[in-house]
């Protein structure tokens, strides 16, 4: 293969917005795109029925999630694994987007300054300014549906779409919200205007539901971009460095023939997530890189971190109004304790349960139940359940390498060392306490708490931006410290996770690095 | 008398072959069939009737589409309220469309839309309103009034005090063709198929009784033109029947009713207009290659192809496909705005400020150029 | 191997067979078929009336489910015929209203300890009647809850158990409609003045 433009790694929200962005620029773009997992077709009939009407919900891209008995994460003193994977990621065409819930938030102002705000963590190398154009930008690629009067942080624009409303099932919530001075707000999530509501987002029938797959797919079939290539099952398994500050290509294998390649690019975008960034650039030693690219100081794959979820269930004694799940993702949300105010005692951001109450007439008509007693069941006690992002900050300790083994995709295991302080666990502790008394509030029963084990859904910190390369691995522009075209966009870059979910921010960043890799190419030419 | 009729009926299917029937002649025999009760021998008479006003009431609550769409991606602010109102009326013309294909599958005849696929600019199919001359464009003073005439209702309630005419004289109506249908079901009783019928989110239900053709009719009248002579506010005022929908828009008034009196008038609020693309008239045989710059090309190929495979589906829900076409074809309408609105962005190179539209222009999917999307 | 210890059905439906779908090609049931399986999935409308007049709304999206069903891998079309035979036999015994009375309400699949052995497959056996259960009526039953089943549950119902007031509008799997339509999607939140 000759010399390409550019190659990237990985398919997914990232990968494709780059992709998209430097496409549409330069459409003859000699652009590589190498995917360790395979296609897997969206929107297929019976894919759909098997997901609505098999006892299990089986789903197409279940396969692709790491194997349970492939975490190599360490034991924690209650002799649990310290961290979680499976589940927590899809390693397809397309990306994690394939099944995320759609949840796509900006991160607030004071994210950008964790350290200078609170002495913990770090500091972003660029602000919320300088990414709020681009927050505009992946909001409208996304078709996020939300309510800007709600100002949970200024904004330049409004959404694109006008909010889900709340459902009369978050209704007590809300009105337990008001009492405790707590803002309740609309969840902004990513959906088409096609949205016809079915409440099967995990496979949407529709493509209504934002996925970085149907992006792609037209990208490919677009006859405007000749030296466009995505291939699939391909495993890159080294970047090859020509120098100590450039990069001349990538080693890859195709997974169903065996066969190892290799292939040079001007520049090499590496999208393939939070975990498999890290052990590549591991992996990648050379006597320019001995301890693995971009690690002369030992910092990829450190700070490792996620959003752990928080939950208290209230049990009330019925549903006098027989109310029950009718979207897949939640509608009331509150970002009242994701404030600045909030941040020095780690932040939290607050969601009421979309599945609460929890009724599947189904599942008690085939256990044989008459429609009488159903609706008795229905109206019976049911729960309700407070869930909660909890911001933890990425500690030195905690990392990410490579672990013993390769999994069915033929990527090396992941080991994670994970460490919490134990300030960590007080938060937590503090924060469930107060979600009780909303629970409480709403007048119900507190019947089970439950602090999540870490588990890999929002892993950001691998790679973290940073002003130098002595307090990190990539710079403002997402550039690899010191190696002039190795770049890399992912939640891995994040220099702090907030209490939200990455992805929004995560695509702005892709469209910010997009727009810096065209204006560099224009320059080149020019 | 027999023979007549049977010749009369080889007649209206040979102009039915060769696109030249109309509305008129389909109740004039109508009206000639009517005569007689039902019997063994003029059953069948009364049955291809019923199918080919059925068939004409599928092309022509199709073709209403089209224009409404264009008008409605004119408006720059999908969020406006007149987007909000043409919206609801392109998708209960969506909904009488699906209730008229599942009332001809109810007797075993399957709806034909991929072959009767209409033209712009263009006459209504049918010969309904056959003064008027269907064209793509976005919302203008013109557009609006040429809605108005396509939804028109045999009696006009007055809207303070005035009353809506057009140069065109002759108005065969929508309603009367849906009323010379539900005289036919009522004749002939006939027994009716589920097995090809659609419903769902736009086909609210199948029709297996008479009755339910009867709901169905009731509905499509009420939310097209109105009750019959009936006032606006039987459908709600908030939820007008489509003819004074779009009155409203033209008066930029919302129509209210008297407290007492229970006139109608228009409000003394102005509604705004809204902010929208001058898309100019699509000409006749749509835009070509040759005359338009590749960024416009590009669109329009793509909105084409789309829009193709659209009917495709839709012509395959009631042709076998079922449920999954359907949805299929619901995916595709809502990406045909993808390619529409930013074409209408495009100016073309015209002394009058105007921008490009799609034309709506079924083409041949097979053909190496044209890919689905 | 364990016995079953539900006693309904004759000998048909206690042919022992293994518990994963029954293997079958893909192929386009015959009209005849689709029409006996049909009269099946109305039963559960019938006996737990919670379809308006009855199941003819469902059936275009029932059709859908059944043709993707059988005329792609993996295939139920075995299932389906089995099923089919399974219920002529419960309905010789029983009679008709009986043998789905039973079916829907009293029979239970048998839990046995084998099944969770999954080191021993040869011990994971079930029956016939289990698999008409299992592959056909729970998923029929599935099929109609969420393309509009649902509808006649939830709400508030008066002293005699009728729903007299605002029932679900939507359901997981139900295809509701787009944001732009007049009616409400679901249940929305009502603040009190």
């Given at each position: ?165 709340w459902t009369a099932a978050d209704g007590e919530m809300i009105k337990a919200f008001h009492a405790l001075?707590i803002?309740p ?125 928080l939950e208290v269930t209230g049990k009330a004694p019925s549903n006098p109004h027989g109310l029950w799940q009718e979207y897949?993702?939640p509608t009331l ?17 607050l969601f009421k349960d979309r599945t609460r109450p929890k009724i599947d007439i189904a599942q008690l008509m085939?256990d044989?139940m008459s429609k009488i007693d159903i609706n008795k069941k229905i109206r019976g006690a049911c729960e309700f359940k407070l869930q909660a ?43 469930i306490a107060f979600m009780k008394t909303i629970i409480e509030e709403m007048g119900l029963e507190v019947v089970k708490t439950f ?76 | ?373 | ?149 649902f509808?006649h549950f939830g709400g508030q119902s008066n002293t005699s158990g009728e729903v007299i007031k605002v029932k679900g509008l939507?359901y ?14 679901v249940r929305t939140f009502e603040p009190k003045?």
């Open positions: 293969m000759e010399e390409q433009d550019y190659i990237i790694v990985g398919s997914g929200a990232a990968a494709t917005v780059l992709a998209k962005k430097i496409l549409e620029k330069n459409p003859l773009t000699k652009l590589l795109m190498l995917e360790a997992g395979d296609l897997i077709p969206a929107k297929e009939r019976r894919q759909w029925w098997n997901y609505a009407t098999c006892a299990d919900g089986p789903l197409p891209y279940q396969y692709t999630y790491d194997k349970k008995s492939d975490n190599q994460s360490t034991i924690g003193k209650d002799k649990k694994p310290t961290w979680t994977t499976s589940g927590a990621r899809v390693r397809a065409f397309g990306g994690s987007t394939m099944h995320w819930g759609g949840w796509a938030l900006r991160f607030k102002p004071e994210d950008f300054q964790l350290f200078t705000n609170t002495g913990r963590g770090a500091d972003w190398p660029i602000d919320y300014q300088e990414l709020e154009p681009y927050y505009a930008q992946a909001e409208q690629y996304m078709s996020v549906c939300g309510d800007e009067t709600e100002n949970w942080q200024p904004r330049s624009t409004p959404y694109p779409i006008p909010p889900f409303e001075d803002q707000g609309k969840m902004p999530v990513a959906r088409y205007r096609k949205c016809m509501t079915t409440g099967t987002c995990k496979y949407c029938p529709y493509g209504a539901r934002f996925s970085a797959q149907y992006v792609l797919q037209e990208l490919v079939d677009n006859r405007d971009f000749i030296n466009f290539k995505v291939l699939t099952q391909s495993v890159v398994t080294n970047i090859t460095a020509s120098s100590k500050t450039e990069i001349s290509g990538v080693d890859y294998i195709n997974n169903q023939t065996g066969e190892a390649f290799t292939v040079t690019a001007k520049k090499i975008i590496l999208c393939a997530g939070a975990y498999e960034i890290p052990k590549l650039l591991m992996a990648s030693t050379s006597k320019y890189w001995p301890n693995g690219m971009g690690n002369d100081h030992d910092l990829v794959g450190r700070y490792i971190v996620t959003h752990s979820m897949d993702f949300m509150s970002r009242t304790y994701d404030s600045p105010e909030q941040q020095k005692n780690g932040k939290l951001f085939i044989g992002f909890m911001e933890e900050v990425g500690q030195y300790e905690s990392r990410l390498s490579i672990g013993e083994g390769k999994d069915r995709f033929g990527l090396p295991l992941t080991k994670i060392d994970y460490h919490k302080t134990d300030d960590d666990d007080k938060r937590a502790d503090t924060h602090k999540q084990t870490p588990r890999g859904d929002h892993t950001t910190g691998t790679c973290r931006m940073s002003a130098t390369a002595a307090t990190g691995v990539t710079d403002a522009d997402l550039k690899v410290h010191n190696i002039a075209n190795l770049y890399i966009c992912s939640n891995g870059v994040f220099s702090s996770n907030s209490a939200v979910n990455p992805t929004l921010t995560l695509t702005a960043l892709a469209h910010r690095l997009a727009e810096h890799l065209n204006q560099q190419d224009e320059t080149a030419h020019a | 008398m027999l023979k007549k009729l049977k010749a009369q009926l080889k007649q209206i299917e040979n102009d039915i072959l060769s696109k030249t029937h109309n509305l008129t002649s389909l109740f004039n025999f109508a009206d000639e069939l009517f005569k007689e009760k039902i019997t063994e021998e003029n059953h069948s008479l009364n049955l291809a009737l019923l199918k080919h006003l059925l068939q004409s009431a599928v092309t022509l609550e199709f073709a209403t589409m089209p224009p409404y769409l264009a008008a409605l991606w004119s408006i720059k602010d999908e969020r406006h309220p007149m987007a909000a109102s043409l919206r609801e009326i392109i998708h209960e013309e969506m909904l009488h469309m699906s209730f008229a294909c599942n009332m001809l599958a109810s007797l075993g005849e399957a709806p034909q839309i991929k072959t009767a696929v209409p033209v712009y600019p263009g006459k209504l199919p049918a010969g309904v309103h056959p003064d008027l001359t269907v064209k793509l464009s976005g919302l203008n003073e013109q557009s609006i009034i040429d809605f108005m005439e396509i939804e028109m209702p045999e009696q006009i309630v007055p809207i303070s005090g005035e009353t809506f005419s057009c140069d065109h004289t002759d108005h065969s109506t929508v309603g009367e063709l849906y009323d010379h249908i539900l005289t036919l079901f009522e004749r002939l009783q006939p027994e009716l198929s589920v097995d090809n019928q659609i419903s769902g989110p736009l086909a609210m239900y199948v029709v297996d009784s008479v009755e339910k053709v009867r709901y169905a009719i009731t509905l499509i009248k009420r939310q097209g033109e109105g009750s019959h002579g009936n006032s606006p506010a039987d459908t709600g005022m908030d939820d007008l029947a489509h003819f004074y929908r779009f009155w409203e828009i033209k008066k930029r008034r919302k129509i209210i009713q008297c407290p007492q009196g229970g006139d109608f008038i228009f409000d003394n609020e102005v509604l705004p207009f809204p902010d929208v693309w001058p898309m100019a008239d699509v000409p006749v045989g749509g835009y070509q290659q040759a005359d338009v710059p590749d960024e416009a090309w590009q669109l329009i190929k793509r909105f084409d192809t789309t829009y193709s495979e659209m009917i495709e589906k839709l012509h395959g829900a009631w042709n076998g496909g079922g449920q999954g076409d359907i949805i299929r074809a619901h995916e595709l309408m809502f990406t045909l705005q993808k390619f529409a609105r930013p074409l209408m962005a495009i100016p073309r190179n015209a002394n009058d400020n105007s921008t490009y539209g799609p034309c709506f222009r079924q083409v041949d999917l097979s053909s190496s150029t044209n890919k689905e999307f | 191997m364990e016995q079953e210890n539900n006693t309904m059905g004759g000998k048909l439906c206690h042919t022992i067979v293994a518990p994963t779908l029954i293997f079958s090609e893909p192929c386009t049931l015959p009209e005849s078929q689709i029409e006996k399986l049909w009269q099946i999935f109305a039963q559960i409308g019938d006996h737990w009336k919670d379809v308006y007049n009855e199941s003819k709304n469902l059936k275009s999206a029932w059709l859908e489910m059944v043709k993707v069903k059988t005329e792609q891998q993996p295939s139920y079309s075995a299932e389906y015929n089995n099923a089919i035979l399974v219920i002529e036999e419960l309905t010789l015994l029983y009679g008709e209203q009986d043998a789905y009375q039973q079916l829907f309400f009293n029979y239970k699949i048998p839990q046995s300890q084998a099944e969770k052995n999954v080191a021993k497959p040869h011990l994971l056996l079930t029956t016939l009647l289990a698999h008409t259960k299992y592959y056909v009526v729970d998923e029929f039953i599935r099929m109609q809850v969420l393309s509009g089943g509808k939507n997981k799997g139900f295809v509701k409609g787009s944001r732009y339509r007049n009616e409400d999607l003045s």
